[in-house]
C-alpha cells in the first residue's frame, strides 16, 4: 500500500491502472465450484466385466462405466428402448432373422496403456468381439445362455468347437452372424426370426469392451474396467468401497425423456433437467454395507442420497404406505415399485436328495414349497413390501397376468405332509424329523449368507421345515461365493433373486431353459418339454398365441418345481431432498448420469 500512495502523489492515472492490477487478481482467485458427489450404498459386489458377472450391485456399477448399443428412456412408462452408442434403433429384416444397427462415431474408451495412453474410438467389431467373448468357455459367462438363445448363425457351433476340441475360441476366423461390415455398421444374422433381439441389445452384459484391454489384463480384467460410459472406476477397494469419477471424454449427451402427458412428477423432472449435460454430477461414492441397519443409518445421518429402503424399516419410514411426518419434514420423497424381480429358492436338480424327476423326488419339492409360509414372511420379514409370486414371470413383463394363481402361492402344511407319507418320506427312528423313502437319512443344506436380515430369513424356513417334519441346516457363505457354488452345481438349496434384464416375459423363464446350466439356471433343472416351450416363445411375436404358450409354461414350473418361487419384492427408495431426477428403473442399472445433486440444499 505504501508503494500505492507514492505513485498517487506522481500520476493518478498511474495509481487507479495499478489498482486495477491488483483488484482483477483478486476477482479472479474465486474457489473452484465444489464438485457434486453422488453417495450411495450397495450389497457385495464380484467384479466389473460385463460377459462375466450376474449379480445386481456388479452390474449397476460397470453399466455406468460400459455401454450397450441401446438403452431404456429414464421416464418412459410403459419403458421404450432409446439409441445409446447406436446412432438409431437397429434395422430388422421382415422376418426378424436379420439385423443391422450403425454405431454413433465419435465415441471413445477412456485412456488406456493399451491403447498408447490414449483413448480409442469404439467401432462396430468392438460389438462383435464382446459377443463372441460371452460365446468363449473360457469367459465363463453366465450371460451365455440369453446369448445362445439369439440363434446367432455359427456362434454356437463355434463354442462348441472349443469345448470339444479343448482348443482356445477361434475370435479371429470371419462368423456368418455376427459381422462389422465396416468401421460403424454392425449385422447379426440368426438362424430363425428373434423379434425381441433388441432388448439383448439394451442388456449392461452386451455393452462392448476394448479387445486390448482383455487380453492386457486377463483374468484380471475384471478389477481394471475401461468402458465408453459416463464415468470411470477411480477408487475399488473390494467389499468396502467403489467410487466412479466423471469420464472427461465423454461425449456430449444431453438429458432427454419421454414421460406420459399424466405423469406430474416425470414432467416435472424433464422440465427440470431437460438439456442438461450427462453426467451432471462428478463423482459417485459407494460403500459396500451387506447389513441393514448401518445402511439405514447412514441414509438417515445424510451420508447417502438415496437408500432402497431395507425391508424391517418399512413402516418406520413407510407406514400405512406414506412418507412417515419425521421425514416428509425433512424434504425427504419416497418411491415404491413392485419390481420385476423374484426371490426364489432354488433345488439343485443334480442332487440326489432334492434333485430328479421321478414321483418321489418330485412330491419332496412341492412338499417343501406348500411348507413355506409365504404370507407370514411377506407381513413379517417384508413387511408387506412384496406380493405372492404366482410364477416366473413377474409383474411389468410380457406375459404377467394379475389373475393367474397356481401352486406357488400356497400355504399348506397338511397337503405337505400328505405327500411326504405318500412317497415315503416318514419318521421312522421316532426323533421328530422324517427318513428317506429307502430309511437314510433326510437332512435339507440350505446356504445362507451371514447378515442379520438372512437369518431372519433362515429362521422362519426353519420353523416350516420343522413343522412338517423336515430338518434343516444352514451353511453360510458370502454372496458372491454361495453365487459361484451355485453356478457350479454345489450348493442343494440357496434363497436368492432375479431381475429380469428386459421387458419379455421369456426372461422369467431362462433360468428353466436346460442350455443356461452353469450360467442363470442355477437349479440345472432341463427338461425338453420345458426347452420346447422357450423355443416357442422365442420364435413367436407378441400376441395371443404367444400369451397360450406363456401359460403352458408357466403350469410347467410349478408341476417340476426347480425352483420355489416366493416373491416379487416391492422395493421403495426414499431420497434425500438434494438429489434430483431420481427415478428407480426397471430392467436397466445405468442412472447416476441422470441425477444431479442441488448444491444449494445439500449438506
Known amino acids: 500500500m505504501h508503494r500505492l500512495v507514492r505513485l498517487c502523489a506522481f500520476c493518478p492515472l498511474a495509481w ?13 482467485a474465486e474457489p473452484p465450484p465444489v464438485p457434486r458427489v453422488l453417495r450411495l450404498g450397495t450389497l457385495s459386489e464380484t467384479g466389473f466385466d460385463p460377459a462375466r458377472v450376474g ?41 426378424f432373422r436379420t439385423w443391422t444397427v450403425k454405431v454413433r462415431p465419435g465415441i471413445y474408451f477412456t485412456e488406456h496403456p493399451a491403447f498408447g495412453g490414449k483413448p480409442r474410438e469404439l467401432v462396430a467389431a468392438d460389438y462383435v468381439y464382446s459377443l463372441l467373448r460371452i460365446a468363449d468357455p473360457a469367459t465363463r459367462s453366465p450371460s451365455w445362455s440369453g446369448l445362445e438363445q439369439m440363434a446367432i448363425t455359427g456362434l454356437a457351433a463355434r463354442r462348441a468347437e472349443a469345448v470339444q476340441t479343448k482348443t482356445p475360441f477361434d475370435y479371429a476366423r470371419p462368423l456368418e452372424g455376427l459381422q462389422a461390415l465396416d468401421r460403424y455398421t454392425l449385422r447379426l444374422r440368426l438362424d430363425t426370426g428373434r423379434p425381441r433381439l433388441d432388448q439383448l441389445l439394451a442388456e449392461a452384459t452386451s455393452a462392448a469392451v476394448a479387445r486390448e484391454v482383455i487380453e492386457a ?27 466412479l469419477e466423471r469420464n472427461p471424454h465423454y461425449r456430449d449427451v444431453r438429458y432427454e425423456a419421454s414421460p406420459a402427458p399424466d405423469d406430474r412428477e416425470g414432467q416435472a423432472i424433464l422440465a427440470r433437467l431437460r438439456g442438461r449435460r450427462l453426467p451432471m454430477v462428478d463423482r459417485v461414492e459407494i460403500a459396500v454395507i451387506d447389513e441393514s441397519q448401518p445402511t439405514w443409518l447412514a441414509f438417515l445421518n445424510g451420508e447417502a442420497d438415496m437408500v432402497s429402503l431395507p425391508f424391517e424399516f418399512t413402516d418406520v419410514a413407510l407406514p400405512g404406505g406414506r412418507l412417515a411426518p419425521h421425514l416428509a419434514r425433512r424434504g425427504m420423497r419416497a418411491e415404491r415399485v413392485v419390481m420385476p424381480m423374484t426371490y ?7 442332487h440326489p436328495v432334492v434333485g430328479g424327476y421321478e414321483p418321489a423326488q418330485v412330491a419332496l419339492r412341492r412338499a417343501i414349497g406348500l411348507a413355506i409360509d409365504v404370507q407370514r414372511e411377506i407381513d413379517l420379514l417384508r413387511h408387506g413390501s412384496a406380493v405372492p409370486a404366482q410364477s416366473p414371470v413377474a409383474v411389468h413383463l410380457s406375459g404377467y397376468d394379475p389373475r393367474y394363481k397356481s401352486e406357488m402361492s400356497d400355504y399348506s402344511p397338511a397337503r405337505a405332509r400328505a405327500l411326504l407319507e405318500l412317497y415315503g418320506y416318514v419318521d421312522r427312528d421316532g426323533d421328530g424329523y422324517r427318513e428317506r423313502p429307502d430309511g437314510s437319512p433326510l437332512t435339507l443344506e440350505m446356504a445362507t449368507q451371514p447378515t442379520q436380515q438372512t437369518r431372519r430369513f433362515d429362521e422362519l424356513m426353519r420353523r416350516d421345515m420343522e413343522a412338517v417334519g423336515l430338518r434343516v441346516v444352514f451353511r453360510a457363505g458370502s454372496w458372491p461365493e454361495q453365487y459361484k457354488a451355485a453356478r457350479g452345481g454345489k450348493l442343494m438349496l440357496w434363497s436368492t433373486q432375479g431381475r429380469a434384464a428386459a421387458p419379455d416375459g421369456l426372461h422369467g423363464l431362462v433360468r428353466y431353459d436346460g442350455a443356461a446350466k452353469g450360467g442363470i439356471n442355477l437349479a440345472r433343472f432341463d427338461r425338453p418339454e420345458m426347452n420346447a416351450v422357450i423355443a416357442r416363445l422365442l420364435a413367436l411375436p407378441d400376441g395371443p398365441e404367444r400369451e397360450a404358450v406363456f401359460l403352458e409354461a408357466k403350469r410347467l414350473t410349478a408341476a417340476w418345481m426347480p425352483y420355489k418361487l416366493r416373491t416379487h419384492p416391492m422395493q421403495a427408495s426414499i431420497v434425500q431432498p438434494w438429489l434430483v431426477g431420481y427415478r428407480r428403473p426397471l430392467f436397466w442399472h445405468n442412472w447416476f448420469e441422470m441425477v444431479d445433486i442441488d448444491p444449494a440444499r445439500a449438506h
Not at 428402448?81 to 434403433?89: G, I, N, Q, S, V
Not at 426364489?344 to 443334480?350: A, Q
Open 55 to 95: 449379480d445386481v450391485p456388479s452390474l449397476q456399477v460397470l453399466s455406468h462405466i460400459f455401454e450397450p448399443l441401446l438403452g431404456y428412456d429414464p421416464l418412459a412408462r410403459p419403458v421404450k428402448l432409446r439409441p445409446r452408442t447406436a446412432a438409431a434403433l437397429p434395422e430388422p429384416s421382415a422376418d
Open 16 to 28: 487507479w491502472a495499478g489498482l486495477l492490477l491488483w483488484i482483477v487478481p483478486c476477482a479472479a
Open 344 to 350: 426364489y429358492t432354488m433345488f439343485n436338480m443334480e
Open 217 to 243: 489384463h486377463g483374468e484380471l480384467a475384471m478389477q481394471h474396467p475401461v468402458g465408453t460410459g459416463p464415468f470411470r472406476l477411480a477408487e475399488w477397494r473390494r467389499a468396502s468401497r467403489i467410487v
